[in-house]
Antibody, heavy 119, light 109 residues
Framework: QVQLVQSGAEVKKPGASVKVSCKSS????????IHWVRQAPGQGLEWMGL????????IYAQKFQGRVTMTRDTSTSAVYMDLSSLRSEDTAMYYC????????????WGQGTLVTVSS | QSALTQPRSVSGSPGQSVTISCTGT?????????VSWYQQHPGKAPKLMIY???KRPSGVPDRFSGSKSVNTASLTISGLQAEDEADYYC?????????FGTGTKVTVL
């Protein structure tokens, strides 16, 4: 069955960076795009960007341009989301999710990774 | 890209129908038939309920239906059940980027 398994919770200080992983199984890794979506405590979902695991191309939401980097490792079927210059407002649950097309729906989600930014 | 506008909350009794609206612009909801809806229970990851405006993934009850008119998409839950109590989010393709709605809490009275 399709599974997206994310790395564990992180606690970071303001100004630091965090790298969250998302390991895929149960399907052909390069055939689906991976999106990253975050959710601050008690707030709604916020789209951060996506990566095409086939060629590595990315699209980022304007809000995160310059601070986020999404990469992939086809040998391990993993995608990584690196967010730098962390501030308290980045405290959130971060989800990866797969989509069958560039404009496709997010049909399977990871369990989420809680990132806490605190001094 | 601004978030799509959803009502903060809707409620209904078991067996009733509720409809959640999702209002955007011609650059997102109105410009593409790539609107999807997600259900999220507390402490859980979102779950896909509707895609491409009105299509249902396998396993999603046919009580859930979607539609769109101009710049507003809608999700209707017919025959409301206790397990439908959750947060619901719309999402639209917006020309290489995506935008989510503000979210709606559905309460089953």
């Amino acid at each position: 069955q399709v599974q997206l398994v994310q790395s564990g919770a992180e606690v970071k200080k303001p100004g630091a960076s965090v790298k969250v992983s998302c390991k895929s199984s149960g399907y052909t890794f390069i055939s689906y795009y991976i999106h990253w979506v975050r959710q601050a405590p008690g707030q709604g979902l916020e789209w951060m960007g996506l990566i095409n695991p086939s060629g590595g191309s990315t699209i980022y939401a304007q809000k995160f341009q310059g601070r986020v980097t999404m990469t992939r490792d086809t040998s391990t079927s993993a995608v990584y989301m690196d967010l730098s210059s962390l501030r308290s407002e980045d405290t959130a649950m971060y989800y990866c999710a797969r989509a069958r097309a560039w404009f496709g729906e997010l049909d399977s989600w990871g369990q989420g990774t809680l990132v806490t930014v605190s001094s | 890209q601004s978030a799509l506008t959803q009502p903060r909350s809707v409620s209904g009794s078991p067996g009733q129908s509720v409809t959640i609206s999702c209002t955007g612009t011609s650059s997102d909801v109105g410009g593409y038939n790539y609107v999807s809806w997600y259900q999220q229970h507390p402490g859980k990851a979102p779950k896909l309920m509707i895609y491409e405006v009105s299509k249902r993934p396998s396993g999603v009850p046919d009580r859930f239906s979607g539609s769109k008119s101009v710049n507003t998409a809608s999700l209707t839950i017919s025959g409301l059940q206790a397990e439908d109590e959750a947060d619901y989010y719309c999402c639209s393709y917006a020309g290489s980027v995506y935008v989510f709605g503000t979210g709606t809490k559905v309460t089953v009275l």
